[in-house]
């Protein structure tokens, strides 16, 4: 009866750890939010920026933990420059404005 209730134990201890570790750390970048950056383009596929007025105005309306990590997310890209980086005129925009704090 006790080695069941150790494995049980055991068991659940390593589901639960495992499910934390998991939760913990998505991969994705804050960029990768379309609920975020919807307001930064005009078109549903989000390929047409909107212009520089609309985008200050909509950066100014993320909350400033949005806006730092999707600063740090554009540094990021920067730092591993490569075809797959996706955000490069969301970058450029969010750098020519300084954050527009």
């Known amino acids: 009866m006790n080695i069941k209730m150790i494995c049980f134990g055991a068991m659940t201890l390593s589901m ?3 499910s934390a570790l998991a939760a913990g750390n998505t991969g994705t970048s804050a960029l990768d939010d379309p609920a975020k950056m919807q307001p930064f383009y005009t078109d549903s596929g989000m390929k ?8 200050v105005k909509a950066w100014k309306a993320l909350s400033p933990d949005d806006q730092t990590a ?19 005129e969301f970058c450029s925009s969010v750098k020519a404005n300084g954050g527009s704090k």
Request: with cysteine; net charge negative.
């Open 16 to 18: 639960v750890a495992g």
């Open 48 to 55: 047409t920026m909107v212009s520089n007025d609309d985008f």
């Open 70 to 88: 999707m600063m740090k997310a554009c540094e990021d890209e920067a730092k591993d420059a490569t075809a797959a980086n996706s955000h490069p």
